[in-house]
């Protein structure tokens, strides 16, 4: 019974934050599982992509309907994506994995330190909008209700090509190191691309549950599912994806960038340190 009500409380946290930052719940959810519970690794890997789906899911239905989430970005990325986890897959144990762990922890480092400038200029999320001929042909461009403003914000896509290379290379490293990319979906779309943190993060959530769906199935047929796990995590995560994802609306993007911050600085951390072989 304990550990029932543990699976849902971690589930609610977990959809939570998944769903107000867009990276899905296994930082929460893998710690938890293998830490406080004990659990294999394997099966913590599992509930974890379990957790992605449900975050998603219970995210993207609010998104969808406030129109918060840009899908014809989702759609757009997610063909990189997929083609980088399937190249990725294909290549593992071929490509050294070192050198990429110390590429994508340095990488998120840096975005560490960009939204550390962000957040000292206090117009960082104002908009400036620039026209791209690309983003334009292929209506990219969007816009979204801000609540804590009550004004309806338009905003440009910059630098397609740029966020389409991030997303190939945040595809390749998932299916290689098996990973999770939220993470760089959100860097992707908000430094590179230059789309409003709310909207950035909410489209990382459907394309966070795109992906995990690819894999899961993999990850059921090979017994890492335990429904006796997974089940309370996506009960919970569920219900906490869709608390989060009314949190998020009312939150000022100063704020959101603020909690990615030291998110950010410890997945770069730790993915530097796995090159050196130590996990954290």
């Known amino acids: 019974m304990y550990s ?7 589930g609610v946290l977990a959809g939570v934050f998944g769903a107000i930052l867009g990276i899905g719940g296994g930082l929460i959810v893998t710690p938890v599982l293998t830490l406080m519970l004990g659990l294999d690794i394997k099966y913590a890997i599992g509930a974890s992509v379990i957790a992605v789906i449900a975050t998603s899911s219970g995210s993207t239905i609010a998104y969808l309907k406030d129109e918060m989430l840009n899908l ?3 759609m757009f990325l997610e063909i990189a994506t997929t083609v980088g986890a399937i190249l990725g897959a294909v290549l593992t144990g071929i490509v050294h994995a070192t050198f990429l762990y110390f590429l994508f922890g340095a990488l998120l480092v840096f975005t560490t330190y960009n939204m550390i400038r962000k957040l ?4 960082s999320d104002t ?3 620039k026209a791209d001929a690309l983003a334009t042909k292929l209506n990219l461009n969007g816009s979204y209700y801000e609540k804590t403003t009550g004004q309806e914000v338009d905003y440009q896509v910059e630098n397609v090509p740029g966020g389409f290379s991030m997303m190939f290379g945040a595809g390749f490293a998932s299916g290689l190191l098996g990973i999770g990319s939220g993470a760089f979906k959100v860097l992707a779309m908000d430094t590179i691309m230059h789309m409003p943190l709310k909207p950035s993060s909410a489209t990382s ?13 993999v990850y059921f047929f090979n017994g890492s599912i335990k429904p006796g796990i997974a089940a309370p995590l996506a009960i ?6 869709t608390i989060g994802s009314r949190i998020m609306q009312r939150l000022k993007p ?4 603020m909690l990615f911050v030291p998110v950010m600085f410890y997945l770069g951390i ?3 340190l796995k090159g050196f072989g130590v996990t954290i």
Not at 4 to 10: E, R, S
Not at 120 to 123: G, L, R, V
């Open 254 to 257: 100063r704020f959101i960038r």
């Open 236 to 241: 919970g995560i569920l219900v906490g994806a």
């Open 127 to 129: 908009p400036n909008v």
């Open 120 to 123: 000292m200029n206090k117009n």
């Open 205 to 217: 959530n459907l394309m966070m549950g795109v992906t995990a769906a690819a894999s899961a199935m």
């Open 4 to 10: 029932l009500l543990l699976m849902l409380g971690v």
């Open 72 to 74: 014809r970005v989702a």
């Open 270 to 272: 730790q993915m530097i």
